[in-house]
């Protein structure tokens, strides 16, 4: 006697037969790779919350270089009554006069000086609020309570000021970041649409040459919009352009090298050295002076500090101390450049190495 299946029956195949296929889909899906890719993107967001909170949370200065100009005894004392503040905000230092004190903000070698007033009791601070409007905010604040304690006055003087549509003077910062992100995000879309490990030198040579037109025009679009259009930055139009050309050449190379020697995960580790560690030690919200000591460490070796120190410089201080910095920027693309191509010759030699033996015709 025959047995029909009832509906239950068939119901239940079906479901058993949907729930074995949703499991396999889920198989397939969660391979060992992108679990680790996840657990990677993980840990990228909690660096990144660590690194930005850690940074910026609690800005305060520490050891800022500083200048006195006092005659006579008046100036040492000055400089020790300075170097003994709580917590050690400022380096002081005596200058000669108020000429060389003036001169060495503009060439960056100190963010502030005081000008003792031998006859009478108001003295003058110079500060350059274009290097950072919350250092020189700061700096008013420091001295003109080491001032009142000494039942003196300060006035202050601008010896940089930032432009009135530069509020806070961030717009080199946020221009040094937009370059940045057009670097490292340009190399990684020629990593999705081709393969991260570029498959010969010649395809490697295309991305870098793609990277540096690229580069030329994202450069003259940011200083274009910073300047004529928006009269955010002053500051040649031309030194910006070629900043920003080297900034996004050398964030662009320097993740094309990580892709070519990391594959995929190096978009990520392009993301760690820029964003994550870059951004915030670059000196934007907060000059080098207020960040803590790592991010103060290694903000000025990273693309966005380095580009951050030179767009101010141009912008405010007439391109003063910009050596190092341009150093640090070509270095990155440099390095960028050649790893990427080692990258894509030698697997290539290891090929033909291996194949060699087996094109030999045999003795």
């Known amino acids: 006697m025959s047995h029909t299946p009832g509906p239950g029956t068939r119901s239940g195949r079906r479901s058993g037969t949907r729930s074995g296929s949703f499991l396999g889909e889920v198989k397939d ?11 990677g993107v993980i840990a990228l967001q909690l660096l990144f ?4 909170v850690g940074a910026l949370h609690d800005p305060r200065p520490k050891d800022v270089p500083f200048g006195v100009v006092a005659p006579g005894a008046a100036a040492g004392r000055t400089v020790d009554r300075l170097e003994r503040l709580p917590g050690s905000p400022l380096d002081p230092r ?9 001169r060495q903000i503009m060439n960056r070698e100190i963010d502030g000086a005081l000008i003792m007033n031998p006859e009478g009791g108001r003295d003058t601070l110079l500060v350059a609020s274009g290097g950072g409007t919350v250092l020189a905010t700061t700096l008013e604040g420091i ?3 080491a001032e009142q304690a000494e039942r003196r006055t300060v006035r202050v003087v601008d010896t940089a000021p930032a432009s009135p549509h530069d509020f806070d003077g961030l717009s080199s910062f946020y221009l040094v970041v937009g370059w940045c992100v057009g670097g490292y995000l340009c190399a990684s879309i020629l990593a999705i649409s081709t393969g991260a490990r570029p498959a010969n030198p010649r395809r490697a040579a295309i991305r870098l040459i793609v990277m540096a037109l690229v580069a030329i025009a994202g ?17 040649s139009v031309v030194d910006l352009w070629g900043l920003g050309a080297l900034i996004t050449f050398a964030v662009g190379a320097a993740t094309l090298a990580l892709q070519g020697v990391f594959g995929i995960v190096g978009i990520g580790l392009a993301i760690l050295l820029v964003v994550i560690a870059g951004n915030p030690s670059a000196g934007g ?13 290694i903000g000025p070796w990273l693309p966005p500090g380095a580009g951050t120190w030179t767009a101010r410089s141009i912008a405010y201080f007439k391109g003063n101390d910009v050596t190092a910095s341009l150093l640090v920027l070509w ?19 290891g090929r033909q190495e291996t194949e060699l033996p087996s094109a030999t015709p045999a003795d």
Do not use: H, N, Q
Not at 94 to 102: I, L, M, P, Q, Y
Not at 219 to 235: F, S, T
Not at 331 to 349: F, K
């Open 29 to 39: 899906a969660v391979t060992p790779r992108a679990t680790l890719l996840v657990l």
């Open 49 to 52: 919350i660590a690194s930005y």
């Open 94 to 102: 005596t200058v000669a006069d108020e000429a060389s004190a003036r």
């Open 143 to 145: 001295v003109g309570k």
């Open 219 to 235: 450069g003259l679009g940011g200083a274009v919009i910073v300047g004529p259009i928006l009269g955010a930055l002053p500051g």
């Open 285 to 297: 919200a907060f000059p080098l002076p207020m960040l803590p000591p790592f991010w103060k460490a």
């Open 331 to 349: 270095a990155w693309a440099v390095a960028g450049t050649v790893i990427t191509m080692l990258a894509a010759v030698l697997p290539r030699r």
